[in-house]
Every structure is written in structure tokens, then in C-alpha cells.
């Protein structure tokens, strides 16, 4: 049972233009959101987070936005660069959870220059 | 600072053969550990966490088990390795008392190939 959905595995943008990262997620428990980095051969790092109390949080070029009512989040980069280059996974947790956190399958994202 | 290690950073082991990776966490305490695997073209899959010493809970029915001996140290063992335990092992930490719980730190990975 995936709880956690990118149903996009990779996505190819133009440098300076926006990249819009979707996730969905299925358990209504859920309380916070996380968007994570990972370039090849590394461990992923965090990038930003949510409270499934705000619907946006923003930081720097990065945006995260959650419909709580969709069950869904996004991550918008603005304006996209060439570093952006990279997978993002979508992750959530819940505070009843023991604080587990469930990773989603993540979209490969490439930024062209 | 924290930081968190992980060796070998690859590894290449033949079927059947035993595994132990370890991790290990310095400039915390009774931080809460993970171990995840990303096989190849698939997200990461949780596949232990621990809240203390001794605490070690299963999220999948595997091959592979997981021991924590001291608070910063988490050891993800195997008596025989299969073909499809190949993979990037992750493992992760949480620093519960930074009101940032939700947020986890991941080591460098081992690539562990079974061959």
C-alpha cells in the first residue's frame, strides 16, 4: 500500500522557468510534509517542510503548497536552475506514527540550460 | 555540529554470504535511527527505525535485521545475502528534542551489490 504517490517519475524543464513537483498521499493522519533532494550516490537532504496546518510555505525559490482536502502537495522551483538537477522525494509522517517517515517513489527532475 | 556516518561506502558480497553495515551519529544523543534501501529506479523503502537502545521495529518482512547496541551506533546485518537485497542502503536520524522531529538527516550510503 503506497501511501506516499509521485506518479511522475521524471520531469524536464527549461532553465528559468518553473518546475511544479506533485505528490499525493492517502492517509488522512498525515501532519507533515517534506520535500528531500538527492543527487546520484548521495543520501538525500531536506529541502522544506510543511505543517498540514498552512496550506504554503515558502523558501527562497521553493515553494511547497498542500490541499489537505485533495490529499495533495507541490513543490514549485522558481525560477529552475541547472543545479536543481536531481531526484525529489515527497514524504510525510504522522505524529501518531512514532515518527516514521513515508517516502514516496520520487521524480527525477532535469533542468535544461 | 551533527554528523552521521556510514560504511562501507560499497560493498560487493556474493550470494549467501553474511552482511553488517553500521552507522553511527556523533554530537547528539537518543536521537531516533533508520535504515532505508533505494533499489535501483524505486523510491526509499523503510526498513527499520529505532526510538533506544535495544528498540529495533520491522517495517517489511525481509532477509536483513537491524541492532542497536549503543544510543548512536545502528547496525543493519544479514546471516545470508539474496540477489535482491542489492541496493543503496540509507540510514537516517531524527533530533527529537530540536522541536524539528519530522525532519531527518541522512548519511553518505553504502552501494551494496550482491553479485
Known amino acids: 500500500d503506497q501511501q506516499v504517490k509521485q506518479n511522475s517519475p521524471s520531469l524536464s524543464v527549461q532553465e528559468g522557468r518553473i518546475s511544479i513537483l506533485n505528490c499525493d498521499y492517502t492517509n488522512s493522519m498525515f501532519d507533515y510534509f517534506l520535500w528531500y533532494k538527492k543527487y546520484p550516490a548521495e543520501g538525500p537532504t531536506f529541502l522544506i517542510s510543511?505543517?498540514?496546518?498552512?496550506d504554503k510555505n515558502e523558501d527562497g525559490r521553493f515553494t511547497v503548497f498542500l490541499n489537505k482536502s485533495a490529499k495533495h502537495l507541490s513543490l514549485h522551483i522558481v525560477p529552475s536552475q541547472p543545479g536543481d538537477s536531481a531526484v525529489y522525494f515527497c514524504a510525510a509522517s504522522a505524529a501518531t506514527g512514532g515518527f516514521k517517515t513515508i517516502f514516496g517513489a520520487g521524480t527525477r527532475l532535469f533542468v535544461k540550460a | 555540529s551533527q554528523t552521521i556516518h556510514q560504511w562501507p561506502a560499497t560493498l560487493v558480497q556474493p550470494v549467501g554470504s553474511p552482511l553488517s553495515l553500521e552507522c553511527t551519529v556523533e554530537?547528539?544523543?537518543?536521537?531516533?535511527l533508520y535504515w532505508y534501501r533505494q533499489a535501483a529506479g524505486r523510491g526509499l523503502q523503510l526498513l527499520f527505525y529505532?526510538?533506544?537502545?535495544?528498540?529495533i521495529s520491522s517495517e517489511v518482512p525481509q532477509n536483513l535485521s537491524a541492532s542497536r547496541p549503543q544510543d548512536r551506533q545502528f547496525i543493519l546485518s544479514s546471516k545470508k545475502l539474496l540477489l535482491s537485497d542489492s541496493g543503496f542502503y540509507l540510514c537516517a536520524w531524527t533530533p527529537l528534542r530540536s522541536g524539528r522531529a519530522w525532519e531527518q538527516f541522512f548519511g553518505p550510503g553504502t552501494r551494496l551489490t550482491v553479485l
Open positions: 510543511i505543517s498540514s496546518i498552512k
Open positions: 554530537g547528539t544523543s537518543n536521537p531516533n
Open positions: 529505532s526510538v533506544g537502545i535495544g528498540q
